[in-house]
């Protein structure tokens, strides 16, 4: 059986920098850092007082107030973001089979938001068990996926999928698969996630993940930097609309790159620390490479997972080393959750936009904040350091990793490169 070509032909984003793909763009570029005081709930005995939350956002003023009582946070992003996706891809869903167009969406946490206002009125409440009839549904994981068929009434393959910090990339790999395989003509997919809420984070305090520069939150993810002390975290996401290349090309569509490769593993050590020798990463890499029939050497920027963890950078710069060789300086290396913190689901998913807008523009946005490199890093290694580089880049590769050592790349290429 000849296999389908995948291409990106829409994005959307509802991001820590941006709340649309322009304005995320312009300030990736621009070396914006998304981190602020938390205004999602009082942070003020918590040991993590900042995070990168979407800011100026009202769901209402695209969704309606009624709807939004009944949808959590992380599924509002996702409606909102997939609604610019299916705009910027400029497609009629009227004119296309509405049984071969999917949803592939991605998130680690679902609607923890409902979960914990809830539960907190019952815990603060007198014992009487008053819970919305749309408690259920808001909490779910798969009601993104869910949603988003209903508001645009496509009926093809439809889910979630759940791999902690990796989520985003398996979800892109799994809609790459499907529409390879001939069993879709489009898929929408991407990530999103809504997880900065106090249990959240307490926990990642809990587990010493997070940072605690709470005296200066733009400059507390530090890539690489010697300093690090930990990640950011985030909320929001982006979407992606893959489509058959045959099918893209039929009505028109304007095509950003095509994905042609993508690698999962697991590291199989420890439920929450990356392998300090980065034995999953690099597997996972390597998969991906050897999906896209490339090697190491094409490749002209990674989007890093590096989420500014002591452990995790490094094991994952390491991984890099083993795989490059002597070519590690031929590739450029960046990180650009120091800008929009770690989005954990749907990190993924924003981290495939950057790298596929990086095609379009022959850009390559900076990581920010490092200024003192971890001296473990490889002499040879070529980052992106506090200004954007301007680059032609024909192939980027994208890492996720996440708890549980789940392990995820993915791969996109100029079309015809």
């Known amino acids: 059986m000849e296999l389908k070509r995948v291409v990106v032909t829409g994005l959307g984003a509802l991001t820590p920098i941006g709340n649309s793909i322009p304005e995320f763009w312009e ?38 107030r009624k709807e939004v009582r009944r949808i959590d946070p992380f599924a509002q992003y996702a409606l909102v973001m997939v609604d610019e996706a299916l705009q910027d891809a400029q497609v009629d869903l009227d004119t296309v089979n509405r049984d071969r167009v999917g949803v592939i969406w991605a998130s680690a946490l679902g609607g923890f938001t409902t979960v914990e206002e809830q539960m907190t009125s019952y815990a603060t409440g007198d014992g009487e068990p008053r819970f919305s009839p749309f408690y259920i549904p808001k909490l779910l994981i798969d009601s993104s ?37 001939g069993k879709a003509d489009m898929i929408i997919s991407g990530g999103s996630e809504a997880g900065i809420t106090p249990s959240i984070v307490a926990g990642f305090n809990a587990a010493k993940a997070l940072s605690t520069r709470n005296d200066d939150p733009a400059t507390a993810s530090r890539p690489f930097d010697v300093a690090r002390d930990g990640f950011v975290i985030g909320e929001g996401g982006a979407a992606l609309i893959l489509e058959d290349l045959e099918h893209a090309r039929a009505r028109g569509a304007h095509i950003y790159a095509e994905l042609v490769g993508g690698g999962i593993s ?9 392998h300090p020798e980065g034995l999953g990463a690099e597997l996972s890499m390597r998969s991906a490479l050897d999906d896209a029939h490339l090697r190491a050497g094409d490749v002209d920027y990674i989007n890093a997972h590096a989420t ?16 490059w060789g002597d070519q590690l300086d031929s590739v450029y290396i960046g990180g650009t959750k120091s800008m929009t913190g770690h989005l954990l689901g749907a990190a993924g998913a924003v981290e495939a936009a950057i790298c596929v807008l990086a095609m379009e523009h022959g850009r390559i946005p900076p990581t920010i904040n490092t200024a003192d490199v971890d001296p473990a890093m490889p002499a040879s290694a070529k980052l992106v350091l506090n200004r954007p580089v301007t680059h032609q880049v024909d192939v980027a590769m994208s890492n996720s990793f996440g708890f549980g050592g789940h392990n995820s790349t993915v791969i996109f290429k100029r079309l015809d490169a």
Do not use: W
């Open 27 to 64: 300030n990736a570029l621009a070396g914006t850092s998304g981190a602020r005081p938390i205004t999602h709930f009082d942070a003020s005995r918590f040991k993590t007082q900042f995070a990168c939350e979407v800011k100026g956002f009202d769901a209402a003023d695209y969704l309606g």
């Open 145 to 181: 996926s869910g949603l988003i068929a209903m508001r645009h009434n496509v009926r093809g393959v439809n889910y979630n999928t759940v791999s902690a910090c990796a989520s985003a990339n398996v979800a892109l790999i799994d809609a790459f698969y499907q529409i390879r395989l």
């Open 266 to 274: 697991a590291d199989a050590y420890h439920i929450t620390a990356a």
């Open 308 to 323: 500014s963890t002591p452990v995790g950078d490094m094991s994952e710069i390491g991984a890099m080393q083993r795989l």
